[in-house]
Antibody, heavy 123, light 108 residues
């Protein structure tokens, strides 16, 4: 059974930093691209970032490019999201999601999601 | 950037058919995926590659995609189908995933 467990969320001041983690189990982690998708309170889903299975390629939404960094440790089956220069508009539940393929392309979609971790950016 | 447009809400009586649309420029040339999200829960894929259904998803859920509109159809709607539904595509022009704004399905 696939399990994705996010951690690291919390309250942070504007301009601050936070690192999210997602512990994965139940599948061959290095075979799958992994993504972060967020959902602001009462709003829809917004794709944030994706990293391919090997870690050799990363992709970002324009709204977070230059501030967020996605990474993975395939030896620990763990996905990360380093978030810097946080803004109020980054406040959201952040979901870790598993893709069905190694690469990030037209064949990819999310077949498993974690339960999410809440990030609140406020003074 | 590529935009997906969904109606904010759809209402249907139990036992009837619900159709949720997702509009985008020439969306028929893309693979569309649909997610169901119930309150307080993570999303779950209900349709992938336009019309494929994951194991465990009832046959009542089906999808189609042509021209500028993709459609999620739920037949014989049940109260338990009440949820937000999101469409998603991969935008090759920017290597991005794009989600529609979501549709709240209400079962009257």
């Amino acid at each position: 059974e696939v399990q994705l467990v996010e951690s690291g969320g919390g309250l942070v001041q504007p301009g601050g930093s936070l690192r999210l983690s997602c512990a994965a189990s139940g599948f061959t982690f290095s075979n799958c691209a992994m993504s972060w998708v967020r959902q602001a309170p009462g709003k829809g889903l917004q794709w944030v970032s994706t990293i391919i299975g090997s870690g050799g390629g990363t992709y970002y939404a324009d709204s977070v490019k230059g501030r967020f960094t996605i990474s993975r440790d395939n030896s620990k089956n763990t996905l990360y999201l380093q978030m810097n220069s946080l803004r109020a508009e980054d406040t959201a539940v952040y979901y870790c999601a598993k893709s069905t393929v190694h690469f990030f392309d037209s064949s990819a979609y999310c077949d498993s999601w974690g339960q999410g971790t809440l990030v609140t950016v406020s003074s | 950037s590529y935009v997906l447009t969904q109606p904010p809400s759809v209402s249907v009586a139990p036992g009837k058919t619900a159709r949720i649309t997702c509009e985008g420029n020439n969306i028929g040339s893309k693979s569309v995926h649909w997610y169901q999200q119930k309150p307080g829960q993570a999303p779950v894929v209900v349709i992938y590659y336009d019309s494929d259904r994951p194991s465990g998803i009832p046959e009542r859920f089906s999808g189609s995609n042509s021209g500028n509109t993709a459609t999620l159809t739920i037949s014989r709607v049940e109260v338990g189908d009440e949820a937000d539904y999101y469409c998603q595509v991969w935008d090759s022009s920017g290597d991005h995933w794009v989600f529609g704004g979501g549709t709240k399905l209400t079962v009257l």
